[in-house]
């Protein structure tokens, strides 16, 4: 079997550029965290490397200012 998990932020978005770029190590993007949060640009890489522990992926997808993560876990 397989699990998906899907995951939709409303923020500031991101660019087709940053999506491009976005699971890679220590990637910072154009989007500035919200919360006022310090970011390195390590979380999606570390996010990648545990969905393909699991046999899996993990893909972005930005619309306006709503991206969605979709992790497929098998």
Do not use: N, W
């Not at 932020?9 to 919200?34: C, I, N, R, W």
């Not at 992926?57 to 306006?64: F, K, L, N």
Request: one cysteine or more; aromatic letters at 4%; proline letters at 4%.
């Amino acid at each position: 079997g397989h699990v998906c998990i899907q995951v939709k932020d409303h923020g500031p978005g991101l660019t087709e550029e940053d999506v491009a770029a976005a699971f890679g190590p220590y990637q910072k993007l154009s989007a500035m965290p919200t919360g006022g949060e310090i970011s390195i640009g390590i979380g999606l890489s570390i996010a990648r490397s545990i969905a393909e522990g699991h046999r899996g992926a993990i893909s972005a997808r930005t619309e306006g200012d709503t991206i969605t993560f979709t992790a497929l876990l098998k």
